[in-house]
């Protein structure tokens, strides 16, 4: 009797330990959320299965986000770091860990397909510089614990008849690093470093009024990490990313709310646009 009530009882004890794993493996590889989106914005997963973006919405690592013409979405990472993708862009999170113990494995690998955001590095990038890396078809970008902001202007966009095709990095705080397979160049607050590509060494260069303002940003600092140390995290990115089909370029907050955003507080008011 005793071993009918086992196996009458195992299949539901099977059941709940199957519905647990598969809870723990939903939410495997979440980068981030979605706290504020504007227009329409999609996101895309290997299998190029793509869906509308809303607020509140995990990106997984290796998920895409793709933002129409008139379109921007604000994410912040696991990490506490912010990212704010312009219009018209698509921005691929090719991998992201976060343990929350400052772990040498923590990695941030991003791939900028075309368009631009603005980056304000969380722990990953602060702890761990070099695990912290973005990608474009001719360069790759790293940092030294930053808000920056980089562009690539792709032959098929509109910018493209005005501006030259290739990569474009914009520091306001902090430090960036830009490489191609020619030559690698430090980029400090307010400059502006280019890379047409791959095969040209990148350059130092007057920053580009058709994409970013040429005023510096203030220093956006504040405290609570997702550890309890102070840094840079939760802030307010942009207080205004200008459609691109207007004037291609990003506006600096000039008095920008500081406050970290837990899970437990309410969330800072919308970005203006």
């Excluded at 955001?117 to 070099?130: E, W």
């Excluded at 474009?168 to 030559?183: P, S």
């Amino acid at each position: 009797m005793k071993t009918a009530k086992y196996f009458t009882a195992f299949p539901g004890i099977f059941l709940a330990a199957f519905l647990l794993l598969f809870s723990q493996l939903s939410y495997a590889g979440i980068a981030g959320h979605v706290q504020f989106v504007k227009g329409l914005v999609q996101i895309a997963n290997t299998a190029k299965q793509t869906r509308i973006l809303q607020k509140g919405d995990a990106v997984h690592e290796s998920d895409t986000v793709i933002t129409a013409k008139n379109a921007s979405v604000q994410i912040r990472m696991l990490d506490g770091g912010m990212i704010a993708v312009r219009p018209d862009s698509q921005l691929k999170f090719d991998s992201f860990v976060f343990s929350g113990e400052e772990s040498e494995n923590d990695k941030s690998f991003f791939s900028l397909l075309r368009g631009g955001f603005r980056s304000i590095t969380g722990l990953v990038g602060q702890k761990h510089k070099a695990n912290y890396r973005i990608t474009t078809a001719g360069s790759t970008i790293g940092v030294r614990g930053t808000d920056h902001e980089t562009f690539v202007v792709v032959a098929d966009s509109e910018l493209a008849k005005t501006t030259p095709t290739g990569t474009y990095n914009k520091v306001n705080v902090g430090e960036t690093v830009l490489t191609t397979d020619k030559g690698t160049i430090n980029i400090l607050p307010n400059q502006m470093g280019f890379a047409a590509d791959a095969n040209q060494v990148p350059q130092l260069q007057p920053i580009n009024l058709n994409i970013f303002t040429a005023a510096p940003s203030p220093a956006l600092e504040t405290k609570g990490t997702p550890t309890g140390e102070s840094g840079r995290t939760g802030s307010v990115v942009d207080n205004a990313i200008q459609e691109q089909d207007v004037a291609p370029g990003s506006v600096t907050a000039q008095n920008p709310t500081l406050r970290p955003i837990t899970a437990d507080r309410p969330t800072a008011p919308p970005i203006k646009f």
